[in-house]
């Protein structure tokens, strides 16, 4: 089974600030890999897909990028409303999330 | 849009199955998924009903829980038997996104069913 790593599991942000999350896969995944944002009592929602494809309506400030084993979420400038959890998700061989990233705010 | 239901409260040992109807699309045209998060826990996928009928589980499911679909009704179900405290979750069903070349990302979530097993 691929597993997924996702560093840090926390972290404390202000408004304005860009943020980068990282993701490890334990064996390459190729670009088969997507973030989500979820928020309490939410389901999850799809931000990235194919590593660094922008999902329809999701704002530009969000990017992902990474191949292989190595990937990164990053928020330009970070909006009230980004303050969430983030999970990434593999699926190249069967699918896995990362345990996610808590973004709070500073 | 995704809607499920047949979460509750159930026994350790017992049956339930989930439902989720599905609406502006069919669920037989796209991989659905299920993924389930513990109590204050983070995302796991549970299963996948391929297009072609073919499924797949996550171990700690595999020979308890079946993953099916009516097309008919348009809805995907999850039958989970020998449930555990371990099993204990918000069950949340999933869309592929493969009919927009986002194959293997879910796109389109329900809101979610809460599965409670406790004596």
């Known amino acids: 089974d691929i597993q997924m790593t996702q560093s840090p599991s926390t972290l404390s942000a202000s408004i304005g600030d860009r943020v980068t999350i990282t993701c490890r896969a334990s064996?390459?995944?190729?670009?088969?890999l997507a973030w989500y944002q979820q928020k309490p009592g939410k389901a999850p929602k799809l931000l990235i897909y194919?590593?660094?494809s922008l999902e329809s309506g999701v704002p530009s400030r969000f990017s992902g990028s990474g191949s292989g084993t190595e990937f990164t979420l990053t928020i330009d400038v970070m909006q009230p409303d980004d303050f969430a959890t983030y999970y990434c998700?593999?699926?190249?061989?069967?699918?896995?999330f990362g345990q996610g990233t808590k973004v709070e705010i500073k | 849009q995704l809607v499920e239901s047949g979460g509750g409260l159930i026994q350790p040992g017992g049956s339930l199955r989930l439902s989720c109807v599905a609406s502006g699309f069919t669920v037989n045209s796209v991989y659905m998924g299920w993924v389930r998060q513990a109590p204050g826990r983070g995302l796991e996928w549970v299963s996948v009903l391929y297009v072609g009928d073919r499924t797949s589980y996550t171990d700690s499911v595999r020979g308890r829980f079946t993953v099916s679909r009516d097309n008919s009704k348009n809805t995907l179900y999850l039958q989970m038997n020998s449930l555990s405290a371990e099993d204990t979750a918000v069950y949340f069903c999933?869309?592929?996104?493969?009919?927009?070349?986002?194959?293997?990302?879910?796109?389109?979530w329900g809101q979610g069913t809460l599965v409670t097993v406790s004596s």
């Open positions: 194919k590593a660094s």
């Open positions: 064996q390459s995944v190729s670009t088969w």
């Open positions: 998700q593999q699926y190249s061989n069967s699918w896995t």
């Open positions: 999933a869309r592929d996104g493969g009919l927009r070349g986002k194959i293997g990302a879910f796109d389109v």
